[in-house]
T-cell receptor
């Protein structure tokens, strides 16, 4: 099992550009999450999904959109990137609301 | 508001020098407290879940304990490969019932020198 995978690993955007981050899991988990990690801020929840076709806002959802069209995939979109969205993004999944398992992360820089 | 505070921010140990990391929390009904290890450039790796005061869990040189206000991660005779950032997170009962949100602390960066 690959667990949780994320693509791409690195990305550089210019202000105003858009992009989509892909998270995939092969553990048949119902719940999936997107976090961002910034120095001195800890991990903060952006959006989450409790099942295929469902999404919900987390702690810091502004400027992001998500979609869960397939159970194994959770997409995070930035429609108009801003420098404040420079961060490391982590996807996680869980069986129910128990232990969350994290992917390797995507390092995003917005110039 | 649920909060998690970890101390110290950074800890430097000599190989074999045992110590403890602290995670203090305030939460509206604790459902679970989670410890993760994060290596540079990697995602957090799950270590332990603790559910009730008095509970202890061990894995190799690590032992996690839980009280009603804090958790400790004890590291016995650490080795250089234990160097990493250790993250603590709490899940409240309301959040357990609403998607399982975790509140993370800022982490403790542990460095073990040979």
């Amino acid at each position: 099992n690959a667990g949780v995978t994320q693509t791409p690993k690195f990305r550089v955007l210019k202000t105003g550009q858009s992009m989509t981050l892909l998270c995939a899991q092969d553990m048949n988990h119902e719940y999936m999450y997107w976090y961002r990690q910034d120095p001195g801020m800890g991990l903060r929840l952006i959006h989450y999904s409790v099942g295929e076709g469902t999404t919900a806002k987390g702690e810091v959802p502004d400027g992001y959109n998500v979609s869960r069209l397939k159970k194994q995939n959770f997409l995070l979109g930035l429609e108009s990137a801003a420098p404040s969205q420079t961060s490391v993004y982590f996807c996680a999944s869980s069986y129910g609301t128990d232990t969350q398992y994290f992917g390797p992360g995507t390092r995003l820089t917005v110039l | 508001e649920d909060q998690v505070t970890q101390s110290p921010e950074a800890l430097r140990l000599q190989e074999g020098e045992s110590s403890s990391l602290n995670c203090s929390y305030t939460v509206s009904g604790l459902r679970g407290l989670f410890w993760y290890r994060q290596d540079p450039g990697k995602g957090p790796e799950f270590l332990f879940t603790l559910y009730s005061a008095g509970e202890e869990k061990e894995k190799e040189r690590l032992k996690a304990t839980l009280t009603k206000k804090e958790s400790f991660l004890h590291i016995t005779a650490p080795k250089p490969e234990d160097s990493a950032t250790y993250l603590c997170a709490v899940q409240s009962i309301p959040h357990y019932n609403q998607g399982g949100k975790l509140i993370f602390g800022q982490g403790t960066e542990l460095s073990v020198k040979p």
